[in-house]
T-cell receptor
């Protein structure tokens, strides 16, 4: 099992550009989430999904879009990148009610 | 406004000593309190977790103490080792739409265990 994988590991964008962060899991988990990690802020939930076709917003959803067409994949789209979106992004998956989350290795994004 | 407050921000402990990290919360709807360990360049990994119906949970050298009336919980690492050097996050979760548990994380504590 690869667990939760994320690509790319690093990305630099210019303000206004769009991009998609990829996340995949091979554990057949129903629940998947996206978090951003900023210094002194911990992790904050951006969006989450409880199954294919079902998504909802977290604490900090503005500027991000998600969709989930398969159990395995949960991409995060930045519509028009802003410097405030410079962060490390983590994808996580979990089974059941989502108590134990398995995190991916993260994507470090810099927006200039 | 951060829903879970964590302290200290950083901690230096000698090998063999006890590391203590504290967290506090306000929302009484929280019903699950995990601690995550994160090494540089890696994602967080679940270390230990507790529910509010018990006051203490121990797994090996790691113990969570939970004080429901004070709305506080803490992580104790006994016999701290250099390999424990990492960033530790507390978190709290509650149920939400679709029966999904939304997690709220503390700001993290960077632990350095000196050999």
């Amino acid at each position: 099992n690869a667990g939760v994988t994320q690509t790319p590991k690093f990305q630099v964008l210019k303000t206004g550009q769009s991009m998609t962060l990829q996340c995949a899991q091979d554990m057949n988990h129903e629940y998947m989430s996206w978090y951003r990690q900023d210094p002194g802020m911990g992790l904050r939930l951006i969006h989450y999904s409880v199954g294919a076709g079902i998504t909802d917003q977290g604490e900090v959803p503005n500027g991000y879009n998600v969709s989930r067409s398969t159990t395995e994949d949960f991409p995060l789209r930045l519509l028009s990148a802003a410097p405030s979106q410079t962060s490390v992004y983590f994808c996580a998956s979990s089974y059941g009610k989502g108590y134990e989350q398995y995190f991916g290795p993260g994507t470090r994004l810099t927006v200039t | 406004q951060q829903q879970v407050k964590q302290s200290p921000q950083s901690l230096i402990v000698q090998k063999g000593g006890i590391s203590i990290i504290n967290c506090a919360y306000e929302n009484t709807a929280f019903d699950y309190f995990p601690w995550y360990q994160q090494f540089p360049g890696k994602g967080p990994a679940l270390l230990i977790a507790i529910r509010p119906d018990v006051s203490e949970k121990k797994e090996g050298r790691f113990t969570i103490s939970f004080n429901k009336s004070a709305k506080q919980f803490s992580l104790h690492i006994m016999d701290s080792q250099p390999g424990d050097s990492a960033t530790y996050f507390c978190a709290a979760s509650r149920g939400s739409l679709y029966n999904f548990n939304k997690f709220y994380f503390g700001s993290g504590t960077k632990l350095n265990v000196k050999p």
